[in-house]
Structures are given as structure tokens and as C-alpha cells.
């Protein structure tokens, strides 16, 4: 498939991801089809994309004009209904393998024969997802930064049976969107993860053995490494479930114990902590995702 023929996208998955990903394309003069595990779902994700927008829209930070110009091209759909006619899926579902399986078998079944499918994942094989499609050459990752309307970056993902096509058509794609590329092989946690996620969960066995509180920690980084910002901050942006399903994929499929997830991390997941969209991680937040002023969960 040709770069230009991208026009319609299917975005799967409605969240906090999904709905960055859907702005961007929107922005970008795509026509877009957001769905989710119901058209409910799917409807209060196009909601909240377009309050957002409206919100920055008053604030001046955007032309006049802009939220009625995404709503416009932007529709909740069911699944089936939003494949049927893309270009282009962009998968942004939960971190989770089966249900990634599930939904390619289920894209390669429903989408036109030459759509490419796209994952968001942050570090499953794509060359698994691609096997499960029966169109392996199509199947490409496209990993978005969070959030993704300010994040320039995207990592390509190749998989054992990527076209090169495919590969130029999402870079094309990309480079359309705004953002700078960068291209990994398929391998666990791709390129920025396997970096990024070691120095989370060290960051997590830190703050768990007493070494400095989640703030020392965190400025630390910001001031002394030059990160805008620090690593428990970072994970609680993330989502503390996404970041515990990405350091499990890295122990698990290296066997190497120095991506061990800290028992701090599982401790909070368990407990429902996951970051600014629970209101409760390392940090405590409002309903808008700012965060409280006062002590941190841990000191």
C-alpha cells in the first residue's frame, strides 16, 4: 500500500492512548473511526477527546474552530463497522496478549484485504500478532509516546514478516502526523522500553529499600539528569498496570533477573494504584490528572 492511500484509520481502543492517537490523526486531516470493547465505550472516548481539545481551544492554544473540525471526522463505531472500511488499524487495546491475539485474528478477518494493522503495544512480539492476522506482511507496530498529541516520537516496530512497503507507508504516515521515527527490531520491550523500563523499576526497588523518598527520587532525575521528568512520575503518567506488563514481558522473555519487576510495583497494582487515571500511584492526583500538593503515597 502507497503512503497516500492512507486516508481512513481505525482506532482500536479508546483510552487515554487510543484517544491521543485518534486527536493526532484527526488533527492531521484523517478521517477516523474510534471503537472500543463496546460503541458506549467508543462514544465517551470521542467525548473526552473533544472536551480536551475544546478546553485548550478556549484557553487560545488552538485556532478557533478546532474541536467542531475533529468532531467532524471523528465517529465512535463498533468494531467490524470500523475495520470494514480502513486503511489503516492502529491498535491501542490494554497491555494484554490474548486480547491483542484476539483482536488481530478478528482484524484479519473483517479489515479489506490490503489495510495494513498497526499495534500500540509497548513491548508484545508483533511477528505473534502478525502471525495471528494471516496477513503477516501487513502488520507493523506503531508505539505512540504518551501523550501522544505532544510526544514527537514514534517507534516503528518490524516484525519477522513486515513488508518493506508496509514499513515505508506507516513511515510515511508518521512523518505526515508530526512525528520523527525511529526503527526497531522485534524484540521485547523494542528500543525505548528496554531502556526506559530498568530505570523505572530501580527506581521503584529505591524508593522500596529506603534510599530517598519518591520526590528525592525524582528530582534526582529531573535536576541531576536532566529528565523532564522523574522515573515514579513517569510511571504514574504510564499507568503502573502498563508499566508492571511491560517489565513482565522483559523478565519473562530475556530470563535475565535484572528486569524483575520490584515487588513495590506488583504491591501497588494489586492494590489499584495505578497512576494518575486511578487518582492514586506514587503521587496522588485530581480528577484532571494534576497532581496534589502534600506527601507522595511513600515518603
Known amino acids: 500500500m502507497e503512503a497516500y492511500a492512507i486516508h481512513r484509520v481505525a482506532v482500536i481502543g479508546a483510552g487515554q492512548m487510543g484517544g491521543g492517537i485518534a486527536e493526532v490523526a484527526a488533527t492531521h486531516g484523517l478521517t477516523v473511526a474510534l471503537a472500543d470493547a463496546s460503541f458506549e465505550h467508543a462514544e465517551r472516548g470521542r467525548d473526552a477527546i473533544l472536551q480536551r481539545v475544546q478546553r485548550v481551544e478556549q484557553k487560545g492554544k488552538l485556532p478557533a474552530g478546532t474541536a467542531d473540525a475533529l468532531s467532524a471526522r471523528i465517529r465512535a463505531s463498533e468494531f467490524d463497522e470500523a475495520l470494514a472500511t480502513a486503511d489503516l488499524m492502529i491498535e491501542a487495546a490494554t497491555e494484554n496478549q490474548t486480547l491483542k491475539l484476539e483482536l488481530f485474528e478478528r482484524a484479519g478477518r473483517v479489515a479489506p484485504p490490503t489495510a495494513i494493522l498497526a499495534s500500540n503495544t509497548s513491548s508484545l512480539s508483533i511477528s505473534r500478532l502478525a502471525a ?25 516496530v518490524v516484525g519477522v514478516r513486515t513488508s518493506a512497503p508496509t514499513l515505508d507507508a506507516v513511515k510515511s504516515l508518521a512523518a505526515r502526523l508530526g512525528k520523527t521515527v525511529i526503527v526497531s527490531q522485534d524484540r521485547p520491550g523494542f528500543l525505548v522500553n528496554r531502556i526506559l523500563l530498568p530505570l523505572i523499576n530501580e527506581a521503584c526497588f529505591a524508593l522500596e529499600h529506603g534510599v530517598g523518598s519518591a520526590n528525592d527520587i525524582d528530582t534526582g532525575a529531573r535536576l541531576g539528569l536532566n529528565h523532564p521528568l522523574g522515573p515514579l512520575e513517569l510511571a504514574d503518567l504510564i499507568g503502573l498496570d502498563t508499566v508492571l506488563a511491560i517489565a513482565e514481558v522483559l523478565h519473562r522473555d530475556f530470563g535475565d533477573d535484572k528486569y524483575r519487576p520490584s515487588p513495590l510495583l506488583r504491591n501497588f497494582v494489586a492494590a489499584g494504584w495505578l497512576g494518575r487515571k486511578s487518582g492514586q500511584g506514587f503521587y496522588r492526583y485530581d480528577a484532571t490528572g494534576k497532581k496534589l500538593d502534600g506527601a507522595p503515597a511513600l515518603t
Do not use: T
Request: proline share 12%; charged share 15%; hydrophobic share 55%.
Open 132 to 156: 495471528a492476522s494471516a496477513r503477516p506482511e501487513l502488520v507493523v507496530g506503531m508505539h505512540f509516546m504518551n501523550p501522544v498529541p505532544l510526544m514527537k516520537l514514534v517507534e516503528l
